[in-house]
Structure formats: C-alpha cells, structure tokens
C-alpha cells in the first residue's frame, strides 16, 4: 500500500506562481511512476504530469498547460513536486498526486489550487 499527501496549494492571483508538493509512504519500493492531475469544478479529472523513476517525464498537451507546468521528482525523499507558473483562473482544480507501482494505481486526497482574475 502507498499513501500520497499532497500539500502546497492555497489562493493565488493570476499570474503567479505555486509549488505543489507530494510526499509518499507505505510500500516505496514499489512506486513506478508518479505525477499530478486534476480536476476542475464540473470537469472530468486531467492528465497535468508524470515522471517516472528514471526521470523521464510527461505533460498534457492541452494548449493552454504548455510550458508553465514543471515535474520534478526526489526518489531519496520520496517526493514529486509541481511547479506552476503564470496560473490563470481555469488552472482552478483540486490537484492529485498520482503514483503507480506493482500494477496498482495510488491517489492522493488532493489540493485545492484557486485562482483568483
């Protein structure tokens, strides 16, 4: 079993910026791949980012992500971090980390990210 505990969102003004964090325990050595989706209100959940134990990494190709979304990763710690940059009001959603390790597929609780125009 892996638990996720997301921390590192709150109310920020377009244009700025947040850091997401999401630290992991429980069955560590089983984690493949880890990342971040979300959900905003009324929508369905959405690829935001993965990166794998290896580092590789993978983003949403939705228009309106690109190039303001970091992944980042410490497989010392156990951790999976998101950058986010010149948030705008519909990058308003409950955040989730996500890992998946032995063909089981973790969540986290989520953060509420708000965005206010």
């Known amino acids: 079993q892996v638990h996720l505990v997301e921390s590192g969102g709150g109310l920020v003004q377009a244009g700025g910026s947040l850091r997401l964090s999401c630290g992991a325990s429980?069955?560590?050595?089983?984690?493949?791949?880890m990342g971040w989706y979300r959900q905003a209100p009324g929508k369905q959940r959405e690829l935001v980012a993965l990166?794998?134990?290896?580092?590789?990494?993978?983003?949403s190709e939705a228009e309106s992500m690109k190039d303001r979304f970091t992944i980042s990763r410490d497989n010392a710690k156990n951790t999976v971090d998101l950058q986010i940059n010149s948030l705008k009001p519909e990058d308003t959603a409950v955040y989730y980390c996500?890992?998946?390790?032995?063909?089981?597929?973790?969540w986290g609780k989520g953060t509420l990210v708000t965005v206010s125009s």
């Open positions: 996500y890992a998946d390790g032995w063909g089981r597929d973790y």
């Open positions: 429980g069955t560590i050595r089983s984690i493949n791949t």
């Open positions: 990166i794998s134990s290896g580092g590789g990494t993978k983003y």
